[in-house]
């Protein structure tokens, strides 16, 4: 049945919809990195010396280091001087008070991606901090959030009005020399969010960070720090896009969060970076480094992904649980199509007592991508009772594509448990057969089926969130019928 | 209703049938009988569209029109239904959504309009219950971890659903205890009317007792051997196909 | 960073001259290759979990000389390596029509010319590196060729005796060439005598023509003193059939790579391997299976069964390129860790570049299970007896499916001792 698979195949063809530029003057650096470079950012932002020594022992770690190599995904070298390390809209006077200060050029690029800020079309509950390149532009809901207790604001801000903090916990989960991309980041952080949900509190609302890369050769490196104390709970949101653009662009994010006892954080992600053309041209090299740290006993931290987007994919949400009866889950849908890479899944890391994790990874490829899922689960010796469960799901549209599973499992305690599956499919011809047999388009009948096999993942999102990813793969199989 | 005139079909280059003739009336039931490999399935499959399927030779219309110049998906809308001997699993696609996008794409294409989820929930409970089928099959995957009978009744549901012109039912009796085959023969009785015509596919008369055909045929080689009237499958079940000279082990046990 | 360290030139060192020529010239261009080649380290990726096991130290760097009595024998039809030559006083080679043991030594010009041009052809070199130090050290070799339709009446045991009398290396090397619609079953049974410091560095390759169809036995049960580093390549053309059972008990270090190629339509694999470590044992295996042509199934079933402080390694890989469509492949590796302070890895791989396939793949870690231990306990059974059944529950199906009677026997007493050893009494 040939002909279905070609109509699969014509079913995944789309269209990038944020791929518009927005123009608007910038104060942007030149090119290039060395540590005046980084002293000049550092100033822009105000930041306390504590901030700028840190930043610059990172940058002297990075120089020493290696790029990473092991990673299933081919790309030429990045030529990291011919980057420029800050962008920003031009401002009138330091950092809007308020929305109405806030360049109306901005609102509107916010407003097409579906993201309002206005006070009167705010998102219904969901606190939103829009970061534009390299600052955050605006923040919504402060006032209720600050009658909370809770502190919801950029990370620039947070350095400066929570030095304490941002001194205690930032570098904590991911230490300036972990890997390359952080040591990276870690030099030459731009923005993104701090988060501080104080003890007992259950954070009102979602919160979520909108990021947006919108300047030409910039990178990205936003930088986020999510605290939650004893007792509380949060649900926080991340969505990014970014222009169509022939040239490669660079976000090297890091994500740190922290769970103490009995706290919870529910962290999703919805990322739909431009991922580069039909031929693999263009699109944003996506090479993140999140880890939660379940320090406390009874806490939670539950990573949950949808990927579309980025021509180049290198991500490792991951938990250390280290308090007992912490727990880690991680629920990811990778779609990769044309000429699209992803080498992305988890590190579950059990220190603690009956620690237990859940992994669930849901992998499409189509056209002539290549979708891996990577993953760590670690019991240490200490890791009595603790449990594992993973289940690596790959779903092939085409017969160009690629779909591999490179799963590390270790265990140094005898009562430790994991138990790892993995399938390989393809939307079958009998089952494009039964649902046009009943009258169903082969499109609705593709999405269909592709949203049933992510359906595990799509339930672990926040409602607003969940509609957004359905319709995000639907768009992914928009096209005509060949 | 349903004309077929000398077709032919191959698969992986292989003739399955080699020259088919049957005319079908709107109110009728007939039933095509046959040994194993005699090219039931393939006929079935032929008048539905499956691509896996090349039409060689002949001509089919459905009230004049033909068939065999539509889509799957168009000969669905147009009436055809096709009951399948093993129903495919969808995991993940519950039952409620694959059925709804289906009876909206059926709506949509008479110019209807389409129904809310709280509508078709209620018909769809209501449907269930005439096969028998748990309302809470409705949540789960599309024939995710049903069994054999289970799958079948829910082929007969979706019959009952989308109200076809021709429902053509493949080996519906296979693989179902005495009881589960009275609930499916039920819910095909309940789709008998004037202006449908049911096509049912058995290798066993058995399903005969249940829902009475007006006319019987046999098929074997290819074509249509014999035809008749419900006496027929009777001496079939009696004589075997022995006596209308076709070998047929599983009839002869 | 100070520079990793290499293989030293000790292991280099040119062994003896006895062979024909066209296979003196592949071992020196092996040798040349081997220079300067970079020990792996934690960092590398297919010794990650087992470089720290792996001592390269020159006091192993000789060739074991082959002088000695070899203590094995076998039943039936057996060739006896010490150290990796064949001693053919202790060998009792089968005479069966079609079919020929020969030691490279023995080969003409022109047969040599055609080994040399085969040998490392089933396997992927860069993968096995190190073990591919064989090529480069052979002293000797076995050639079995099976000519079309020729069956072996009876398995052919190989024992590869490493005579530790001295410290050094034993470099065994065999190559089976089954040509089309010809059958046989190898039992390879790996040995050591001596107390002094040693390795074994071996490597036996089949090719199989169409419909050829091999079993292959593999017992690694040399002394503790005896490192084993080997590899095992195996080719299969259109509707072959290779099925393996390998049976490994630790040791200092353990190492065995398998890697099979199913290059022609409708061949299949089936590999089954059970492992056990106790003590401060190590134990690694890598298995690869290439689908290459479509219509290929591969079946793989790993047990490993880690005691004490005891280290157990799994890595299966399972490779389908992108014309293997239809192709079927299952791995499955369960493991057993006993006690804490033991440690099990295990990575199932899969890489997939073709869509209309059947690929799974499942991996467990865990203990005995209690209600099942409390069960047999209930029923009178004492808890260290529970223990031992349960134990060996857990690898009985696959050493039954052993297909030659006496070798199964071998297993399940050298397992059984295994167990007591295990579980003493407290």
Redesign the interface.
């Known amino acids: 049945m040939a002909t279905t698979d070609k109509e699969v195949k014509e079913l995944i063809k789309r269209e990038y919809e944020h791929g518009f530029v927005t123009e608007i003057e910038s104060d942007t650096f030149e090119p290039g990195l060395n540590e005046d470079v980084i002293r000049r950012l550092s100033e822009i932002k105000q930041e306390p010396e504590f901030m700028l020594e840190w930043r610059l022992k990172a940058y002297r770690r990075w120089l020493e280091m290696e790029e990473p190599e092991?990673a299933h995904v081919d790309f030429p070298k990045v030529d990291y001087n011919s980057i420029s390390y800050y962008s920003a809209p031009k401002k009138k006077e330091d950092m809007p008070q308020s929305l109405d200060e806030v360049d109306p050029e901005l609102l509107k690029t916010y407003e097409k991606l579906g993201i309002p800020l206005h006070e009167r079309a705010k998102l219904a509950g969901v606190a939103v901090d829009a970061v534009f390149d390299s600052v955050s532009v605006a923040t919504t809901f402060k006032e209720p959030l600050e009658k909370a207790g809770v502190i919801f604001c950029p990370i620039s801000e947070a350095v400066q009005k929570y030095p304490e903090l941002v001194k205690k916990y930032l570098g904590s989960v991911v230490p300036a020399g972990d890997n390359y991309f952080a040591a990276l980041n870690s030099a030459v952080f731009s923005d993104g969010s701090f988060v501080y949900i104080p003890k007992g509190v259950r954070c009102p609302m979602e919160l979520s960070t909108y990021f947006r890369i919108n300047a030409a050769n910039t990178g990205q490196f936003e930088r986020t720090l999510i605290v939650a104390e004893e007792g509380s709970y949060v649900s926080y949101l991340e969505g990014c896009t970014a222009p169509m653009r022939d040239e490669n662009q660079l976000h090297a994010a890091v994500v740190e969060l922290v769970a103490l006892d009995d706290a919870q954080i529910k962290y999703s992600t919805v990322q739909n970076w431009y991922p580069g053309d039909e031929n693999g041209k263009g699109g944003i090299y996506n090479f993140v480094t999140k880890r939660g740290a379940c320090i406390g006993k009874n806490s939670k931290i539950s990573w949950t992904q949808v990927e579309t987007g980025s021509a180049i994919t290198w991500k490792y949400p991951s938990c250390v649980l280290r308090g007992e009866n912490s727990v880690g889950e991680f629920y990811s849908v990778a779609l990769t199509h044309n000429y699209q890479q992803a080498d992305t899944g988890t590190k579950m890391i059990h220190l603690g007592k009956n620690t237990r994790s859940t992994i669930i990874s849901k992998g499409i490829s189509a056209g002539r991508s290549s979708n891996a899922y990577r993953g760590l689960v670690k019991?240490g010796?200490g890791a009595e009772g603790a449990r594992n469960f993973t289940q690596c799901d790959?779903l092939?549209?085409?017969?160009?594509?690629?779909?591999?599973?490179?799963?590390?499992?270790?265990?140094?305690?005898?009562?430790?448990?994991?138990?790892?599956?993995?399938?390989?499919?393809?939307v079958s011809d009998e089952q494009m057969f039964l649902c046009r047999q009943r009258g169903i388009d082969p499109e609705q009948a593709v999405s269909m089926i592709v949203n049933g096999f992510c359906k595990e993942v799509f339930k672990e999102l926040p409602m607003e969130f969940a509609v957004e990813a359905g319709k995000l793969l639907e768009v992914s199989l928009e096209g005509s019928v060949g | 209703m349903l004309s077929i005139k000398n077709l032919h079909a191959s698969v992986e280059g292989k003739e399955i049938l080699k020259g088919i003739n049957l005319e079908i009336k709107a109110g009728e039931v007939h039933a095509i009988m046959g040994p194993n490999g005699s090219g039931k399935s393939t006929l079935s499959q032929v008048l539905a569209g499956n691509e896996a399927f090349e039409v060689t030779e002949g001509e089919v219309t459905l009230n004049g029109d033909n068939l065999l110049e539509l889509e799957t998906e168009e000969r669905a809308r147009e009436g055809i239904f096709l009951a399948f001997q093993y129903p495919v699993e969808i995991p993940g696609v519950s039952n409620l959504q694959f059925l709804r996008t289906a009876v909206n794409a059926m709506r949509k294409h008479k110019g209807e309009p389409e129904m809310n989820a709280a509508e078709f929930m209620k018909l769809a409970r209501e449907v269930s219950k005439q096969v028998d089928l748990d309302p809470a099959f409705l949540k789960r995957g599309v024939n995710e971890g049903f069994s054999g009978g289970e799958k079948k009744r829910n082929e007969i549901m979706q019959a009952l659903l989308l109200q076809p012109k021709l429902a053509i039912l493949d080996e519906t009796d296979s693989g179902l205890d005495i009881d589960a085959l009275k609930v499916v023969s039920d819910g095909v009785n309940a789709l008998r009317s004037a202006d449908r015509a049911i096509l049912m596919v058995t290798h066993y008369q058995r399903l005969l007792n249940h829902i009475v055909p007006d006319h019987v045929h046999v098929l074997a080689g290819g074509k249509i051997i014999k035809s008749g009237g419900r006496e027929l499958a009777l001496e079939l079940e009696e004589r075997g196909y022995g006596w209308l000279g076709i070998k047929d082990e599983v009839a002869a046990q | 960073m100070k520079p990793a360290p290499t293989l030293s030139s000790a292991f280099l060192q040119p062994p003896g001259q006895t062979l024909p020529a066209a296979l003196l010239a592949l071992r020196q261009q092996r040798g040349t290759a081997l220079a300067d080649l970079p020990l792996p380290t934690r960092k590398t990726?297919n010794w990650k979990?087992s470089s720290k096991y792996l001592k390269l130290t020159d006091e192993i760097a000789a060739t074991l000389p082959v002088s000695g009595t070899p203590a094995a024998a076998a039943p039936g039809y057996c060739a006896v390596l010490r150290n990796g030559v064949l001693v053919s006083d202790a060998s009792n080679l089968p005479a069966v029509a079609g079919i020929r043991v020969r030691r490279f030594s023995e080969l003409s010009d022109d047969e040599a010319a055609t080994l040399a041009q085969r040998l490392d052809g089933t396997l992927d070199r860069q993968a096995v590196q190190l073990a591919g130090l064989n090529s480069a050290r052979f002293e000797d070799g076995l050639l079995i060729t099976l000519e079309p339709e020729a069956v072996l009446d009876q398995p052919l045991f190989i024992i590869h005796e490493t005579g530790a009398e001295s410290s050094g290396s034993a470099f065994p090397r065999i190559y089976v060439d089954a040509a089309r619609h010809s059958k046989a079953t190898i039992v390879e049974e790996y040995t050591s005598s001596g107390t002094a410091v040693a390795m074994t560095n071996t490597v036996t390759e089949f090719t199989l023509g169409d419909g050829a169809s091999i079993t292959s036995v593999r017992l690694a049960m040399e002394e503790q003193n005896v490192q084993h580093l080997g590899a095992t390549g195996v080719r299969l053309l259109d509707n072959a059939r290779f099925e393996s059972h390998c049976v490994g008990f630790g040791g200092p270090l353990r190492r065995h790579d398998l890697q099979v190629r199913l290059e022609g339509p409708g061949a299949e694999c089936k590999l089954n391997g059970v492992v056990v470590t106790q003590g401060k044992q190590h134990y690694d295996n890598h298995t690869t299976i290439e689908h290459i042509a479509p219509h290929c199934n591969s079946e793989e079933t790993y047990r490993n069964i880690a005691a004490g402080e005891s280290h157990a390694v799994f890595n299966g890989r399972i490779h389908i390129h992108?014309d293997a469509?239809k192709s079927n492949a299952d791995m499955n590796n369960k493991?057993l860790?006993?006690?804490?302070?033991?440690?099990?890895?295990?990575?199932?791989?899969?890489?997939?570049?073709?869509?209309?396939?059947?690929?799974?793949?499942?991996?467990?870690?865990?203990?005995l299970d209690e209600t099942s231990l409390f069960y047999l306990v209930s029923r009178g059974i004492g808890r260290r007896d529970a223990n031992v059944l349960l134990t060996m529950a857990f690898i009985n199906e696959l050493v039954d499916q052993i297909p030659v009677e006496a070798v199964k026997e071998t297993a399940q007493a050298r397992l059984s001792d295994f167990f007591d050893q295990t579980f003493q009494e407290a």
Do not use: M
């Open positions: 092991w019991f010796p790959s092939l549209i085409g017969d160009r594509c690629g779909a591999h599973t490179f799963p590390y499992i270790e265990s140094k305690n005898k009562s430790a448990i994991v138990e790892h599956e993995a399938t390989t499919s393809k | 990726e979990y992108q469509q493991n860790l006993l006690n804490n302070g033991a440690e099990i890895d295990t990575k199932p791989e899969l890489e997939i570049y073709a869509d209309d396939v059947k690929c799974a793949h499942g991996a467990t870690i865990g203990q």
